[in-house]
Structure formats: structure tokens, C-alpha cells
């Protein structure tokens, strides 16, 4: 195959499956040094320090962390494998509109670093749902743990077979092979090395995503004739977008469904899910936990930057000779790698360490929220000694349940898509959750449950609609009426939305009405939608069965947005709409649980 040729080149509907390329022994080196150093990195923090004896140490690294591991760490989390696929699959096929994601940027950090962090880190939970059971009961607890343990689990098999998906399609990489090497390296590490591990591996991962992207960036610009012709060619082959200021909720991919839509797909993310959380309580000042938000942001808007040129020298290099695949980005390293041995293999350790960051994460959060919100309840005689090994043990449990979700999905055809959406789908009425808590003091636990309830309820039934409404499509048609995808976490919308978007040379149906239009709503859209539902729900339930009253209000549990907002009222005002008690100030003593409101509130 010639440099030019790319081996996805369509020439009729029945095209010839492109050749299969081989690994070189320097690239199984690469890779494998990527999986012993992260084992090492565990190993260390299993045999150092406190050697992982306290459920502090292993859960929060005993609070100690410092800012840019942190940092690094929540880059890493949601940084995962099908988004380093699939956002230059995006620009190569619709073009830099996506690059606008990064406006939401701002806010998307700026909100957690000063409103979900003070609450979060004074109160000195562990779990993000022990909140949940502060600021309104056990019940509310329970059932946003059960909710963010059941979007894990469904996203992490997922998450570790696809990328072994199509290295395996590419390359002829033994596909079990690699789905077994990072699920059980990255349990390994996990339970020997807890939190402590997890960050510094993340660090060291992040570190190969950035040298991965940039070899092919570096590589495939010079091999096109350098930046300047890459940007000649996009701009020839309408890749650049303007800034579209299009209204329409249903249209894919506009300034407002990125910009706007996508703070509360980043809210979703860095401000309440308990993989992000739980770094920030690591911290071990809350001064570390917010510079850590800040440091953040640049970090993302270099990786939205590295993800969107290499779609553009992807561009450069082929035109519109290729279709969009899973494969494609694949295809295209290989074929600018195939004279340079060595570095095949670091873009595929790039695109594991992406993997491996997103799994363990999953991993340490999911045995926290099942030892503190679960377990650790309905034991308080256990031993801290105990506590800890059921913790490593539940790290370990959640690793063997990461390769059964593998397998399960490698059976799921069709259904891939709809079972990857569900993270998305529960991530905005779990922000509504919280938002409901810590921004509006009258709403209480039957008000949450409720709206809880309703968020669930609508999020499935749009996603579902969606999902039902693309297969019920003439298979003369592609298998998607238009670019809207289901949600899905941070990048991984773009890699799914491009497998099932209709081509470009598609007429184009006409605007959907009614609920079809809901179906068709954009996926930036779906964390704001849910979680609105989820807050108008339950104050409008809170305020029927009586509203919550400031003396019953645990201190610390409402963030005075609207005591702020409202200042001008008089204090008798203030206090009917509970808007006089101010936030702590920094790192105060852990509420009394007793304070608790019953159930019936």
C-alpha cells in the first residue's frame, strides 16, 4: 500500500476489507512497558508509606495529594481510549465545530472549583452521596449510589473492549490477549496501591497520551508538508467551521450545544461523579483541591487541541477518500508509523493508558461508594483493619466484574451503542440531584426521590426513543437520521455519533416535530434537560409536601447561592426562603449524623 493510499478507500458497496497491519517488535516493547510500569507504580504504593492499611489511605490517599497529580489525575479520568479515537474522527468528517466544546471549559471547572468543592471538601466526606444522606436521608443515599454503581459498571466493560476492538481489527492484535493484559494489570495495581497508585499512574498515562498524539501530529504534518499545508487543505476542503449560531436544540453540533450544553455535560462530570470527587478529597488542602480545577483547564483545552489537528492532518493526508469507521484513526497511525518501528506501539500505549486510567478510576470509586455507602452503614463495629481488606477485596471484585462487562459486550451487536449511552443517560439526573441539594434549601427527601425518579425516567425514555426510532429506519437508509447521538461521556459521543451518522451526500429529512423532536435532541443537551427535570420535579413535590426549614437545614449542606443573589432582602425575607446560613468556613468539623431529616420530610 502506498503512503497516499489509505485502506479504507471506499470503491463500491461491497467493499474489499483493508489489509491487516503487524506489530514490530519494538512496538510490543513499547506496550509492554507500559503495562510494567504502571504495575510497578502500584507495586511501590502497596510497599511504601502506610502500605495501604487505612481505608484513608487506600480511598484518599490519606488526603495528601498534592495539586497537579490531582490535576493530571481528573484530565486522565474521562480521557478515555474512544475518545483519543474518536475526536479526530469527528473533525475529519464534519469539521472543527466540535472544537468549540471548549468554551464550556470555563464554566464546566470554574463552577466545581467554587461551589461542589467548599461543599464537598468541608464537609469531609468520602463518598459524594454521604452528602445525599446529610442534606436529605439514607434513602436518598442509597439510591444515587446504586444509580452511579450501575453507570460504571455498564461503562467500563465497555470502555476496555473497544478500544482492544479495533486494535485488534487494525493490527491483528490478539483481542482477548489485550482486554486480559490491562484488565488485570489495571486491577493489580488498583487493589495493591489504592488512590495513591491510581493518581500516579494516571500521571504517567497522561503523560504517554500526550507524547502518542503529538508523535502523529509531529509525523503526519511533516509527511503532508508541514502545518501550513494541513491548515491550506482543511480550509479547502470546508473543514474550518464559523461559528454557527443556530438555536435549534435538535441540531448536532452549534455554538450553544457546545458552549452552553456542554457545562452541564462538564458539571456532570467534574462537579458531582464520584471518580472526580474523590480526587478532590485527596487534596490535601481545599486551596490544592480548587488549583487543581484551575490547572485542569488549560490541560483540557491542549487535549481538545491535540485531538482536533490530528483529524485535520488525517485530513490532509487522505481528503475524502475515506469513510468514517472505528478503525479509521487506527488505519491512519499505521500507515504514517509504517517506516518509523517503535512508534506504532507508544500511540497504542497512548491509547491503553487512556483505557487503564478510565478502568482503575472506576475501579477505586466504585469499591469506595460500595464500602461507604453500602456496607460500612450497617457495620460500625467493623474494625479499620478489616474495613480496608474488604475494600481491597471490593477493588479486586470490580476488576473481575470490568472482564465479564468486556465479554458481555463483545455479544451486545447493535446494543453496544444503547449500553454506552447509559452514562450519559444517568450522569445529568445525578447532577440534578445534587444541584437540587445545594442550591435550593426548601426541597426535601420526598422532593428528591421524586425528582430523582422523574430525571431517571425521562432520561431512559428519550434515550431509549432515540435509540428505537434510528433502528426503526429502512435499512435502505443509514442507520441514523440525523447526527444526533445519545450521550455519552466527555468524548466519547463523537466516536459512536460518527459509526452511525448519516454520510454527508445524504438528503436531508425533514425537521422532526413533536416527540420526535425530543428524540432528536442533541446529546450536549441531555445533561441539562435531565437535570433540569430532576430540580423542577422536586421543588414542585418539596413544595406539596411541605418544605424543608432553615432550623433543619445541617450547616454546611447548602451552598448560599441564592443568600448571595438575594442579599438586598431583609433578613426576615432571607429566612422564609432559608437563605441566611452561610457556608463554613474552611475545613470544619464533620456534622453531627444524628441531624438527619426522617423520612417522611
Known sequence: MSRGECPLTP?????AAPPTMHFTTPDYVIFALLLVASTCIGLFYALSGGRQRTTQEFLLADRSMSCLPVSLSLLATFQSAVAILGVPSEIYTYGTQYWFLGVSYFLGLLIPAHVFIPVF??????????YLELRFNKTVRIMGTVTFIFQMVIYMGVVLYAPALAL????????WGAVLAMGLVCTLYTTLGGLKAVIWTDVFQTIVMFAGQLAVIIVGAHQAGGMGQVWRKAINGSRIASLD??????ERHTFWTLGVGGVFLMLALYGVNQAQVQRYLSSRTEREAVMSCYVVFPCQQVVLCLGCLMGLVMFARYGEDISSCLQMVLYFVMDVFRDLPGLPGLFVACLFSGALSTISSAFNSLATVTMEDLIRPYCPAMTEAKATLLSKGLAFAYGLVCLAMAYTASHMGSVLQAALSIFGMVGGPLLGLFCLGMFFPWANSTGAIVGLAAGLVMAFWIGIGNFVSRMAVPTTLPPIINGTAMPLPGNMTTLITLITAKPKTCVSLSRPTGVQALYNLSYLWYSAHNSTTVVIVGLIVSLLTGPMKEKDLIPGTVFPVLGNLLFFLPEYYREILCCVTPLPHKVGCRPPRLRIPPMNQ
Open 11 to 15: 470503491s463500491s458497496s461491497t467493499r
Open 121 to 130: 471538601y468541608r464537609l469531609r466526606l468520602t463518598s459524594a452521596y454521604e
Open 168 to 175: 485488534n481489527a487494525v493490527t491483528g492484535f490478539d483481542l
Open 245 to 250: 449560531l443556530n438555536p435549534d436544540p435538535t
